[in-house]
Structure formats: structure tokens, C-alpha cells
């Protein structure tokens, strides 16, 4: 069987990506990216907030995925809706992962006070692989963001004070070395896909999003779609995903 | 926040008390030096499994199972009309309702479907669709609603299994039943069916997983596949658990499956030997001007294919004409 | 019709509780009342108490008929039918002074229990509100609570591994429904179909002492006087037999 798909790549090429890094002004930090026609969005705001109580000393990120109307007409009015919590849900689980963020470094008074990263992801133009195209996007927003630095004054009485940095160059930025990567491999007959274009996803009847860390690690397998996958395919899928960890 | 007007409200703010537990994170080990787990198992033995069909009066076909102290419960409505509109589709569709129970956890659940449930609900439509003869039953759709009344790990499993036994147990046309197995992966321990503790508990080093696969066993198909939390590549694809794991789950050797075999066989011996191997001749549905099932066939000659299970506990594909 | 209605009949489905079923939870009970199931579970967590009751815990007892139980009922907030049992419920649970809710309070005005009484219906059929009740009152009888203490210094409130205290209860309201045809027929326990062809439905509600707690009648035809009284003499006999049952249940599960 040929390795060539009907634009031309092999089964195990990604398309053309671009990234662009500081587009939105008035966020933490922001990225533009284009894998050919899927566009995404992605702005990171950095807010001050209360911990979660289970974990006292740390902070967190919400995800938030928004799909324009102009994306795809399925998407007008509250069509997007269900994809969209799905979406936030892979990446929130993602992130929950020990070790994908130092996540300690954001806390600020423990049990108190922590910086909360709300990571808005906004789907421009839908031309297949969101997934892959947002993580990509969130990665290179989160590697542009910038936390300013605080520090925490003790007044006479034993409270606390939190004093935020007015200096331009006082902020700190996250350690992304160990964010991972979507990669969604989609079967299509015999064979698997990486980067599925639109059409190629209609053809899809089942297909495996992991998601891979830059040293080799998985931080998450989900098989999505509803066909069942063979040993074999399933195996050859999951060495492929690995393979494909080469991108930014 | 708004009030919900719906329900009896207690107070905006509570806290569970776990929160205000001592107790030191440090001394919790999954496995002791003798191999054994917390509960005296062996890292791969399964806990007791115990199910039952038919425990839904209303229901067309319902399940409920325990898992050691997993208690899940699931009821299956259908193959009735699709109630969206845009749900319409030329082939049947499944609707999964994933909730636990608020007192299932260690700490309150809410009320509302949360992330976590949604993602649930997805994963066992998915996993149980090629398992179910889709298109038998065309622009009409089959509900499945799962309760987990207690939640002492490996709840998402305990639900597949759940689900795919009240399936059969409603007479819904299905190739295969669809089997499920959790496993907990840490740096250099492999547990099979974690509890509730050893899911949550995370080990310092770099591996720290929960892995559940559901598998088509009779064809040997993944039908479903999550795992969360770090773990090696290498270690997934080589010498790994996965393949051991995989073949845990192959018919002969997956102890779920062969618990849920002796179950299935328990059943049918209690209600006469094999011939009758579920627990209710086809059912009449009960709504009213439901008399024709949605394929257009009368319900007494519904053909039923459904798997059996022989004496010898082997399996065995039995495709019949009921009347 | 599963039972010929004759006259005044009282008929008893199998009653079968079933008390500490659910580990994660601090009190739970399974209620089989024929096919009628309810579980209930009791999760206890901490609050502040309100401001004018500072003595005060709180009881929240919710209904959840959840499209699992019967095809009728649809998923998303709770329906008509689970507020209205839900509301009644609180209501009994309120009258009857069930609970001293002063117990619930651990520090005066900063700490207090708040008892969450989540009943989910899992097999509906008919006479969901008797078989809430009793699922209720089973799961509060083997609640356990864990000791509090609260650390002078920090203010802070740590609890005991182990949950030893029992709650106190100071009545045992046990309700008994009837469904009534036409101003001639009564029947207790009625079935989901019996609930459906009746014209009418009563739900009496007595203490251990024999009193009268709460009386519904929402609409329905009207019901002569002496068959009401008739129906409060039918429901302390039964209520009685009820608690003696629950007694046992509650022995056996404990020994």
C-alpha cells in the first residue's frame, strides 16, 4: 500500500504550522497558530484567586474553549457546546497531571491567595486536528506568559499583604519544557492518519488522542469515536503517536 | 451563585471533613513487601465481582454490579424516539447518563453533571457502540442511564461491564458483550482493578497512571481506552504492561469476563438452564403505542442474538428465533 | 390491576430496609417497598450556622427521581413530582422535630454539622413518598459522626479517624399513603398503577406516640370523615409494625 493521502502526505506527516507568539495585547500571554486551514486562538490571563481546598498550596488552570460560528455552521448558536466541554475537559485533565506544570510556583499564600491561569481558546477556522492545533497553541501562549512577580508583606498584626510588582520586567515565566502535546491519530480503513483534514475525519470511524510529553512520557490515551480498534492497530497507533513527537 | 429554586438548599459554604483529617501522606504504600496490596490481594487479582440482571422493574434491561465496594447500577429505556431533533440520524444512536450518586465519594458530589461525568457518559457511548447492532433500530435511540452508587475505584469499568449486561438484558440487538478492566501503573507497580485509594494515591517518581480499556472480547477489539496521569512510552508499547494488561482482558484470562460468564450462567441455571440464559423471555415494552418494536418485526418472533454461555464455561455465539 | 381493590383493602407489599449499604457515606439505607427501591445516603460536612440560630445545625433532605428509575422522568434539575416530595419531606422533617438540630452544633456560631440527605429513587413503582421517608429515617438511625475537637490556639477544627457518635433521634415518623377510588375504595401502599387510575391520594404521617404529624391530601376527590379517620387508624397500625421492623433491621445490621 502507498504512504501518500489524497493532498499528497505521507500517513505520518503534519501540515504546515504557523505560530505567532504575543498577539493579544491586553493578556498574560497569547499565540496565533494555523496548521493550513484550522486557525486557533489561545489568550492566557493570569488573575489572583483562592486555591482549591484539596490543594492548598497550589494553583491551577481553567480551560475555556470557544468555537466562533464562523469556524464551522455547525458551531452557530449553542452547537458547539458539547465539543467544547469535551475539549476542555481532555486539556484540564492533561494538566492535572504531577509534573506537566510546576504548578506549586504559582501558589501565593497558602490556603489564601494563588494565581489562577484561565486559558481561553478560541477556534477561528475549523479545517480538521483541532485538537493537536490547540495544544500547540496553549503550549506557545503558556511559554509567552508572563506572571508578575509578588511578594507577600507580614504587617505587625500577623496578616498578610500582597504586594504586586510594578516593574515591567518583574515577572516570572512558566517552565512549558514538560507540557505535552495532542496527538490524534485517526484510523481510517487499514491504516492510521496523524493531522486529519476535515474529510479524512468524516471517514474516521474511530480514532486515539494522546497526549505525549517531550520526554517520551504519555500524560494521557483516550480513544474516542465509535468503532473498536484492534490489538495490532492499536499498538502500531500508540508507537506512532510517539514517533510523532518531533513538533515544537 | 443562584439559588436552585428546585432543590432544598442548605447553606452556600460547606466543607467535608476529610479536609480536616490528619493523617500523614508519606506512610501510604500501594504495595507491601510481601507483594500485597492494602486489601491482602496480589497486584493482579481482581476483586469479587457481583452481578445481576433484570433489577429495574420499569426498565426494558437493567444491571447493577459491585466491585468489591464499587456499587454501580444501570437501567436501559429503548430503543424509543429520538427526543432531539438534532439527534436524528439514520442509524440508532446511544444516550449515556453517567452520574454518581452525591454520597458515592469520599467527598460530596454535586448535584449538576460535572466535567468528569460528562466524559464518563462519552467514553461508555462510545465504548459500547460497535458492540450494539446500530442499525437495527434506525431514527430511534436507546437510553442508558448509569447511577455509581458507591465509588471505591475502577467505577468507570464497573460501568461499562454495567451497562453492556443491561443492554442484553433489554434485548437490544448486539454483537458482543463489551467487558471492562481498570489498572493502576505506578513506577514499578502494576495493579489490576485499583480501589478507590490506590487511584488517588500518587507515589513520588515519574510514573503515576490509571489505565482503563474496554475490549470487544469475542473479536478481541479495544472498544474503549483512557488513560490519565504520566506514564513512560516505552513502557506502554515494549516490555509493558499494556500487552500483559491486554492479555488480562483476552476471554480466557480476564477475570471480569469469566466472573461475569459464572454470573450470566448462575442466572440462567436460576431460571431454567441455558435455553433460557437471560431472565425474561422478550420483553413487551411497556410504554403505550410501543406494541411494534422499531424495526418493524412483532415482538414475539424478535430474533435475539446474544451470547450464550455453555456449561463447560465456554462461550459460544447463539443466534435464535424466540417465539 | 395486580390486587382486586376490594373494600378497605390494606395490603402490604414486601417491605425489606436494608441499613449501612453504602461505606462512603455517612449513613445510608437501602427501602424495598414491593418494587419500589430508594437509597439513601447521608453525607455530613461543615458549616457555619445561621446567624439567628446560632445554635443550630442544618438537615437537608433532597429527592432525586432520576430518569433511571422510571421511563417518565427526564434528565437535567428535578421535576414537579421530586420538589413536591422533596418540599414535603423537609417539611415532615421539620414538624416532627425528627432531630434536635442543636445536637448538629459543634462551636456556637462557627461550626456546625450539615446533615446532606440525598434519597434517590431507583425503581419507581408508586408510592415513592412512604418508601423516602422510611429510607430517611433508616439511613439517620445508623449515621455515625466523627469526634471534633477544635485546636485552641489555630481555631482550626480536626476531626477523629474514626466516626463513633450516633445521631440522636427524637421521633420515628413513619408515613403511610393510601389511594382512594371514588370515595369508596381505599388502598394502602398503592402501586404506580393503582397511583395513575385513582382519583384521589393521602398520605398520613404519626409519631411513635401515636400523634399525628402531617396529613396530605393535594386535591383529589373528597374523602368522608369517618374514612379518614378510618385511614389514621390503618396508618398507626402499620406505622407501628414499620418501626418495630426498622427496629430489627437496625439491631441485626449493628450485631
Known amino acids: 500500500m502507498e504512504d501518500v493521502r489524497t493532498d499528497g502526505r505521507s500517513c505520518e506527516e503534519y501540515r504546515q504550522v504557523e505560530v505567532e507568539c504575543g498577539v493579544v495585547s491586553n493578556t498574560s500571554g497569547s499565540s496565533r497558530l494555523r496548521l493550513l486551514n484550522t486557525e486557533v486562538i489561545v489568550g492566557v490571563k493570569a488573575e489572583m484567586g483562592n486555591p482549591s481546598p484539596s490543594h492548598p498550596n497550589e494553583g491551577r488552570l481553567e480551560f475555556m474553549v470557544d468555537f466562533s460560528a464562523n469556524a464551522s455552521p455547525e458551531f452557530e448558536g449553542r452547537g458547539g457546546d458539547d465539543l467544547s466541554v469535551e475539549m476542555s475537559t481532555r486539556f484540564a485533565e492533561v494538566f492535572r497531571t504531577q509534573s506537566v506544570l510546576d504548578l506549586v510556583s504559582l501558589g501565593i499564600i497558602d490556603g489564601q491567595c494563588c494565581w489562577i491561569l484561565y486559558v481561553d481558546i478560541v477556534v477561528l477556522e475549523c479545517g480538521g486536528n483541532l485538537l493537536d492545533a490547540m495544544s500547540l497553541a496553549v503550549k506557545a501562549a503558556l511559554a509567552n506568559t508572563r506572571i508578575p512577580k509578588v511578594t507577600v508583606l507580614k504587617d505587625s498584626e500577623g496578616g498578610e499583604d500582597i504586594e504586586v510588582s510594578d516593574d515591567p520586567d518583574g515577572y516570572n515565566t512558566l517552565n512549558i519544557d514538560m507540557v505535552p502535546l495532542f496527538v490524534t491519530l485517526s484510523k481510517i480503513g487499514q491504516r492510521h492518519v496523524v493531522d486529519a483534514t476535515l474529510e479524512e475525519e468524516c471517514c474516521c470511524s474511530a480514532s486515539l488522542v494522546t497526549s505525549v510529553d517531550s520526554s517520551g512520557k504519555f500524560t494521557g490515551v483516550v480513544k474516542k469515536g465509535t468503532s473498536s480498534l484492534s490489538n495490532e492497530s492499536l499498538h502500531e497507533m500508540l508507537q506512532a503517536s510517539f514517533q510523532d513527537n518531533y513538533l515544537p | ?323 | 390491576m395486580t390486587q382486586p381493590p376490594s373494600k378497605y383493602a390494606v395490603v402490604d407489599h414486601l417491605f425489606y430496609p436494608m441499613m449501612g449499604t453504602i461505606g462512603n457515606a455517612d449513613g445510608s439505607a437501602l427501602v424495598k417497598l414491593g418494587n419500589t427501591t430508594v437509597i439513601c445516603g447521608i453525607k455530613a460536612e461543615f458549616s457555619a450556622p445561621l446567624l439567628d440560630e446560632p445554635t443550630k445545625g442544618y438537615l437537608v433532605p433532597n429527592v432525586e427521581l432520576p430518569p433511571l428509575c422510571s421511563s417518565q422522568f427526564k434528565s437535567g434539575p428535578p421535576g414537579d413530582q421530586a420538589q413536591v416530595v422533596s418540599q414535603l419531606i423537609d417539611n415532615i422533617v421539620k414538624s416532627s422535630k425528627l432531630i434536635n438540630l442543636e445536637s448538629l452544633c459543634i462551636a456556637e456560631g462557627t461550626l456546625c454539622w450539615v446533615l446532606h440527605c440525598d434519597m434517590i429513587c431507583l425503581d419507581y413503582e408508586g408510592n415513592v413518598v412512604d418508601a423516602c421517608l422510611l429510607s430517611l429515617l433508616a439511613a439517620l438511625k445508623n449515621v455515625l459522626l466523627p469526634d471534633v475537637r477544635i485546636v485552641e490556639d489555630s481555631g482550626l477544627a480536626v476531626t477523629s479517624e474514626k466516626s463513633t457518635i450516633p445521631l440522636d433521634l427524637s421521633s420515628h415518623p413513619v408515613s403511610t399513603s393510601f389511594v382512594v377510588f371514588d370515595d369508596s375504595i381505599l388502598l394502602a401502599d398503592p402501586t404506580k398503577e393503582e397511583e395513575t387510575m385513582a382519583t384521589g391520594v393521602v398520605t398520613i404521617v404519626t409519631t411513635e406516640d401515636g400523634n399525628l404529624c402531617a396529613v396530605h391530601k393535594p386535591g383529589g376527590s373528597p374523602l368522608p370523615v369517618n374514612k379518614m379517620q378510618d385511614c389514621i387508624a390503618r396508618s398507626k397500625e402499620r406505622a407501628n409494625k414499620v418501626r418495630k421492623l426498622l427496629e430489627k433491621t437496625f439491631k441485626s445490621s449493628k450485631g
Open chain 2, 1 to 323: 451563585m443562584p439559588v436552585d429554586k428546585k432543590r432544598i438548599t442548605g447553606p452556600e459554604e460547606t466543607q467535608s471533613p476529610l479536609l480536616f483529617q490528619k493523617y500523614d501522606k508519606s506512610s501510604v504504600i500501594l504495595v507491601d513487601e510481601n507483594g500485597k496490596r492494602q486489601d491482602e490481594r496480589d497486584a493482579n487479582d481482581c476483586r469479587p465481582i457481583f452481578m445481576k440482571a433484570g433489577v429495574v422493574s420499569q426498565a426494558q434491561g437493567s444491571a447493577y454490579i459491585e466491585l468489591g465496594k464499587t456499587k454501580v447500577i444501570c437501567a436501559v429505556y429503548g430503543p424509543r424516539e429520538v427526543l432531539r431533533r438534532e439527534d436524528f440520524s439514520m442509524t440508532g444512536i446511544l444516550k449515556c447518563d453517567f452520574k454518581f450518586a452525591t454520597f458515592s465519594c469520599p467527598v460530596r458530589r454535586k448535584f449538576q453533571p460535572d466535567t468528569e461525568e460528562r466524559e464518563f457518559a462519552l467514553i461508555i457511548e462510545q465504548a459500547l457502540s460497535p458492540a450494539v447492532c446500530l442499525h437495527k433500530f434506525p431514527k430511534s435511540q436507546v437510553d442508558i442511564n448509569i447511577k455509581v452508587l458507591e465509588n471505591d475505584g475502577s467505577a468507570l469499568s464497573a460501568a461499562i461491564i454495567c451497562s453492556s449486561v443491561a443492554l442484553s438484558d433489554a434485548a437490544v440487538e448486539m454483537y458482543d458483550v463489551v467487558t471492562a478492566c481498570s489498572l493502576r501503573l505506578s513506577e514499578d507497580t502494576m495493579l489490576l482493578d485499583p480501589t478507590y485509594q490506590e487511584e488517588v494515591t500518587s507515589i513520588r517518581g515519574d510514573s503515576n497512571a490509571n489505565l482503563t480499556i474496554g475490549l470487544l472480547p469475542s473479536i478481541n477489539q479495544t472498544s474503549a481506552m483512557l488513560q490519565k496521569g504520566h506514564i513512560d512510552c516505552d513502557r506502554l508499547l515494549k516490555w509493558t504492561p499494556l500487552k500483559s494488561f491486554l492479555h488480562y482482558l483476552l476471554p480466557s484470562r480476564c477475570p471480569s469476563l469469566l466472573v461475569f460468564c459464572l454470573t450470566t450462567q448462575r442466572i440462567a441455571d436460576l431460571y431454567g438452564g441455558l435455553s433460557e440464559n437471560l431472565p425474561h423471555g422478550p420483553r413487551v415494552p411497556q410504554e403505550v403505542g410501543h406494541k411494534q418494536t422499531p424495526t418493524g418485526e412483532r415482538n414475539g418472533t424478535r430474533r435475539r442474538k446474544m451470547i450464550a454461555v455453555s456449561k463447560n464455561g465456554k462461550r459460544e455465539q447463539n443466534d435464535r428465533r424466540q417465539n
